[in-house]
């Protein structure tokens, strides 16, 4: 799966389709006035990330791809954004060093990891996740598996919501806003059943 995502992002770093940020990033850049540091979780190929820069944003942009580590570090360069090679499912307290309130950021990168791994990322946030932390995670869900695919041959975990909130719960933290549907996420002539998540730690 890693060799895949390293030449997918080879060959389309610089498609015109992943230039502009994503509604999600939009949606969310509205919800965080508070907050000065976002933590990208999954950045792929950093449309999302530079846009909150561009909005005023310190951000962390992580991804276990080196290689496209290596081609946003190169494309963006800005003091404000710092780029680092490293797996989502390990001990975060290694990168994440800021004690400010942070915005956990994740994009269409939940369905590409395997349910032991999400098990793991949930974990590993938990641990560093404080009561003033936010988490903002998008990805395709259960309803969106026989739906028709731009890329099908991505690997998709179809996870149903019901089950992410069992993970959360384990992980002492829970979701105060669940939607679901289409016309969120519209990607060409494609419009995925998508769902979004607002996630916060019990008290």
């Not at 995502?5 to 006035?33: D, G, P, R």
């Not at 975060?92 to 994009?107: E, G, H």
């Not at 869900?141 to 695919?149: G, L």
Request: net charge positive; hydrophobic share 35%; proline share 1%.
């Amino acid at each position: 799966m890693k060799n895949y995502w390293e030449k997918f992002y080879q060959e389309n770093h610089n498609l015109n389709i992943f230039k502009t940020s994503s509604s999600f990033s939009k949606f969310v850049l509205k919800k965080i006035k508070d907050y000065s540091h976002v933590i990208d979780l999954g950045c792929g190929n950093a449309r999302d990330s530079v846009y909150f820069l561009l909005k005023g944003k310190n951000v962390i942009s992580l991804d276990k791809s080196g290689k496209v580590i290596k081609l946003n570090k190169k494309k963006f360069k800005n003091k404000n954004i710092n780029f680092v090679k490293f797996d989502i499912s390990k001990n975060l307290s290694k990168v994440i060093k800021t004690k400010k309130p942070k915005c956990f950021y994740s994009r269409f990168v939940m369905h590409s990891l395997t349910k032991n791994l999400i098990k793991n990322h949930i974990k590993q946030l938990s641990k560093i996740f404080s009561n003033k932390d936010i988490f903002y995670m998008e990805y395709r869900c259960f309803e969106d598996k026989y739906k028709k695919k731009i890329y099908s041959n991505h690997y998709r975990n179809f996870m149903k919501t019901t089950d992410i909130e069992i993970i959360l719960n384990k992980n002492n933290l829970y979701s105060t806003v669940v939607t679901k549907g289409v016309g969120f996420a519209k990607f060409g002539k494609e419009d995925p059943f998508i769902a979004r998540h607002v996630v916060r730690k019990y008290i």
